[in-house]
Every structure is written in structure tokens, then in C-alpha cells.
């Protein structure tokens, strides 16, 4: 009697196994929330170190001949400089595109990787350009690069206001078409690039890119936020 009294005395005083905690549905959420916005933003950096990996001096010149050897980098600089510019118009966009997310949405992800593998392309279409020059073909496939991105974004746009804005908290449709629009911008740019060099203006289209602002400037003009509404 005094061992089964003792036996039940050490059950009863042991202590109980520990539960695990499952993680809230709130806090995964916000973890799938940053998980995405990190891997965008590691991304845009590696396509930006990407570009500047191109920038190789060309073999054959000396300390005595570097001016020669700049030179003969413009065409490599100036893809270089166009790119940076566009992606960094690329980055600010989805910045503001996803600041306003509330929670996270698996079709934003989806969406969000489809905009991801469009801008991988630029270090690829920045390479050629910077081979070939922006007078023929390489040009062209690099506002093909550009026009993809710009789709692509759109969709995102798209996939977050859905519904009203419920990842978002609240979208007037005005809203919608504003950023919608200025989503467009750059797509539409080189859009505009591309269809003037198959037209056989290959010189008129390596600036039609500067009317991106002026896409931006209508989007604003035709659906811009009013001075009571948030943008």
C-alpha cells in the first residue's frame, strides 16, 4: 500500500508535457506579408548588382589609353544608366503598389513572382543592348522586356485592389484606374519606342521613352487623387 501510495504520489506531482503553441493566423499571415516584400526587394538588388557585373573594361588597353577604353564602353554605359533609371521607376512603383497591404493574399504571391521573373529579364536584355546598340533588334527586344514588366505589373496592381480593395483596406475604383495607369507608364513608353522603330525610326525611337512622364501626367490628370482622397 505505502509503494502504490508513493507511485500515485510522484504521477500526480509530475508535470504536465508542454503544449506547443500554434502561431496565430494573424501572425503568419504578416510573416507571409514580410517574407514577400523581402524577397522583392532582394531581387531588385541582385538585378541591379547584375548590371553593374556587365561593366567589364574591355581587355587590350593600358593606364595610358583608359580614356579609349571609356569610350569604347559608352554604348555598355549608357544600357547600364537606362536600365538603373527604370528599374529604380520599377521599384519605387511596387514600393507604393504594396505599401498599403494588409495582409497577405497567395494570388498577390503568384502575381508578385510572375512580376519578379519579368524583371530578371532586364540584365539579359541591358547585355544585348549594350553589345548591339539601340538602332535593330537588340532595342526592340528590350522594349519587349520593358513592355512585360509593365504588363506584368498592372496584373499585380490588379490582384491587390481586387475585390474592392480587401487586402488594402478600402480602393474607390478612381483609385484603381489611377494606379492602374500610372502602372502603365512605363509599358506604354516603350510601347510607343518600339512601335516608332518598326515604323524605321530607330533614332526618333531611343527617346520615345522620355512620354513615360507624360503617361504618368495624363494617369494623374484623368484619375489623380483629389485634395479629400489619399492616392
Known amino acids: 500500500m505505502a509503494r502504490g501510495s508513493v507511485r500515485k504520489s510522484v ?31 532582394a531581387v531588385f538588388a541582385i538585378v541591379m548588382t547584375l548590371l553593374a557585373l556587365e561593366l567589364r573594361v574591355p581587355e587590350g588597353f593600358s593606364d595610358a589609353t583608359v580614356m579609349e577604353a571609356l569610350r569604347e564602353m559608352t554604348p ?3 544600357a547600364f544608366a537606362i536600365s538603373f533609371a527604370v528599374i529604380s521607376v520599377f521599384w519605387i ?19 508578385n513572382l510572375v512580376f519578379l521573373f519579368t524583371l530578371t529579364l532586364i540584365p539579359l536584355a541591358t547585355a544585348l543592348l549594350g553589345e548591339f546598340g539601340q538602332m535593330g533588334n537588340a532595342w526592340r527586344l528590350y522594349c519587349l522586356a520593358l513592355i512585360a514588366i509593365g504588363i506584368s505589373q498592372m496584373v499585380l496592381v490588379a490582384v491587390i485592389n481586387r475585390g474592392g480593395g480587401k487586402l488594402i483596406g478600402s480602393r474607390t475604383r478612381r483609385q484603381l484606374l489611377y494606379r492602374l495607369g500610372r502602372a502603365a507608364a512605363p509599358g506604354l513608353g516603350f510601347a510607343v519606342a518600339l512601335t516608332v522603330s518598326l515604323m524605321g525610326y530607330p533614332l526618333i525611337s ?3 521613352w522620355v512620354s513615360i512622364p507624360l503617361f504618368m501626367a495624363a494617369a494623374g490628370w484623368l484619375w489623380g487623387p483629389k485634395k479629400d482622397e489619399a492616392a
Open 206 to 208: 531611343q527617346f520615345s
Open 11 to 41: 504521477t500526480a506531482t509530475r508535470a504536465p508535457a508542454p503544449t506547443r503553441r500554434r502561431p496565430s493566423a494573424a501572425h503568419s499571415n504578416s510573416h507571409l506579408l514580410e517574407r514577400l516584400l523581402f524577397m522583392s526587394d
Open 93 to 111: 512603383g511596387h514600393a507604393t503598389i504594396t505599401r498599403d497591404l494588409k495582409q497577405f493574399d497567395w494570388a498577390v504571391g503568384w502575381a
Open 76 to 78: 555598355k554605359l549608357i
